[in-house]
Antibody, heavy 119, light 110 residues
Framework: QVQLQESGPGLVKPSGTLSLTCAVSGGSISSSNWWSWVRQPPGKGLEWIGEIYQSGSTNHNPSLKSRVTISIDKSKNQFSLKLSSVTAADTAVYYC????????????WGQGTLVTVSS | QSVLTQPPSVSTAPGQKVTISCSGSSSNIGNNYVSWYQQLPGTAPKLLIYDNNKRPSGIPDRFSGSKSGTSATLGITGLQTGDEADYYCVTWDNSLSAWVFGGGTKLTVL
């Protein structure tokens, strides 16, 4: 059973960089899957941020692309998100999720972590 | 607003059935598979339907999915109070080169 667990600071200052890590257990991050980040502002819907393949290839949401960096660390079986120049609008619960290689769905999700942008 | 359009809310009585629509375009639903997710209050989304109409192991057959043209539909029969949740549709958008989510539909079982 694959499990994903997000971790990182729960509070980030405006104009700073949000950094989160998703640890994968019960499976290898080097398998033929895509690893995604999805966020949900309080009381609002879900928004896809971007994803990374084990080769390092990435896809990003065009609306966030200039601020997003997604990386993978095979030695630690984890992947990470960096979102720069954050504002209060980036306050959200951030989820990591897995998408099967050629699949059109996200089958495993982390429990989510709330990140608040505030001074 | 979202690329995929869902009704903000639906409500029905226990034991009844409900359908939730997801409307898109030829750049997304019209040419790609749709998946559906259930998000219970305070929890992560859970995969309900994938590839338009397939159910993962463990999802009861009360949940069904269909697609026609540029729209998809989630159906739930034998509604229970435990089905009260937000439901989201998702697909790939070829024009945006991005995964797009519907705005979500809040299901209330009165």
């Amino acid at each position: 059973q694959v499990q994903l667990q997000e971790s990182g600071p729960g509070l980030v200052k405006p104009s700073g960089t949000l950094s989160l890590t998703c640890a994968v257990s019960g499976g290898s991050i080097s398998s033929s899957n895509w690893w995604s980040w999805v966020r949900q502002p309080p009381g609002k819907g879900l928004e896809w941020i971007g994803e990374i393949y084990q080769s390092g290839s990435t896809n990003h949401n065009p609306s966030l692309k200039s601020r997003v960096t997604i990386s993978i660390d095979k030695s630690k079986n984890q992947f990470s998100l960096k979102l720069s120049s954050v504002t209060a609008a980036d306050t959200a619960v951030y989820y990591c999720a897995r998408r099967l290689g050629l699949g059109y769905y996200f089958d495993y999700w982390g429990q989510g972590t709330l990140v608040t942008v505030s001074s | 607003q979202s690329v995929l359009t869902q009704p903000p809310s639906v409500s029905t009585a226990p034991g009844q059935k409900v359908t939730i629509s997801c409307s898109g375009s030829s750049s997304n639903i019209g040419n790609n598979y749709v998946s559906w997710y259930q998000q219970l209050p305070g929890t992560a989304p859970k995969l309900l339907i994938y590839d338009n109409n397939k159910r993962p192991s463990g999802i009861p057959d009360r949940f069904s999915g269909s697609k026609s043209g540029t729209s998809a539909t989630l159906g739930i029969t034998g509604l229970q109070t435990g089905d009260e949740a937000d439901y989201y549709c998702v697909t790939w958008d070829n024009s945006l080169s991005a995964w797009v989510f519907g705005g979500g539909t809040k299901l209330t079982v009165l």
